[in-house]
Antibody
């Protein structure tokens, strides 16, 4: 059974930093692209970032470029999101997600339960 | 960026009804579209990928269709467990983008 367990969320002041972690189990972590998706309170889903199996490719939504960094440690079956220069609009539940790739497409197929990040003074 | 627009935003229906949710893309995305179901306080759950492929374990009353810019999610006979919010998402190009969601409510 696929398990994705996020941690590291909490309350942080504007301009501060936070590092989210996602512990993966139940599948061969090093074989999958991984993703972070967020959801502001009462709002819809917003894709944040993707990372390739070996970490050699990373993609971000424009609103977090230069502030957030996605990374992974395949030896520890872990995904990370380093969030710097946090703003109030970054307040959201952050989901770790697995990406399934066929020969022709890659899409999110499994999600963690999420960790809440609140940016407020 | 590719904009995804769902309609309606809210849908009221009864158990046993057949319902359809529409998702439109601002440009062609071929069939690179997924549908997710989300219940309050829970993570989303994959229902449909590649516009019309049913995810393993998802009941057959869910179906997806469409290609290019217009897509639909159909639930053939609503069950009590189906009342939730549904999102479409394109994965043809970065940034991946989601529709704003359709909340399916009990009439």
């Amino acid at each position: 059974e696929v398990q994705l367990v996020e941690s590291g969320g909490g309350l942080v002041q504007p301009g501060g930093s936070l590092r989210l972690s996602c512990a993966a189990s139940g599948f061969t972590f090093s074989s999958y692209w991984m993703s972070w998706v967020r959801q502001a309170p009462g709002k819809g889903l917003e894709w944040v970032a993707n990372i390739k199996q070996d970490g050699s490719e990373k993609y971000y939504v424009d609103s977090v470029k230069g502030r957030f960094t996605i990374s992974r440690d395949n030896a520890k079956n872990s995904l990370y999101l380093q969030m710097d220069s946090l703003r109030a609009e970054d307040t959201a539940v952050y989901y770790c997600a697995r990406i399934r790739c066929s020969r022709t497409s890659c899409y999110i197929d499994d999600w963690g339960q999420g960790t809440l990040v609140t940016v407020s003074s | 960026d590719i904009q995804m627009t769902q309609s309606p935003s809210t849908l009221s229906a009864s158990v046993g009804d057949r319902v359809t949710i529409t998702c439109r893309a601002s440009q062609s995305i071929s069939n690179w579209l997924a549908w997710y179901q989300q219940k309050p306080g829970k993570a989303p759950n994959l229902l449909i990928y590649d516009a019309s492929s049913l995810e393993s374990g998802v009941p057959s009353r869910f179906s997806g269709s469409g290609s290019g810019t217009e897509f639909t999610l159909t639930i053939s006979s609503l069950q009590p467990d189906d009342f939730a919010t549904y999102y479409c998402q394109q994965y043809t190009s970065y940034p991946y983008t989601f529709g704003q969601g359709t909340k399916l409510e009990i009439k």
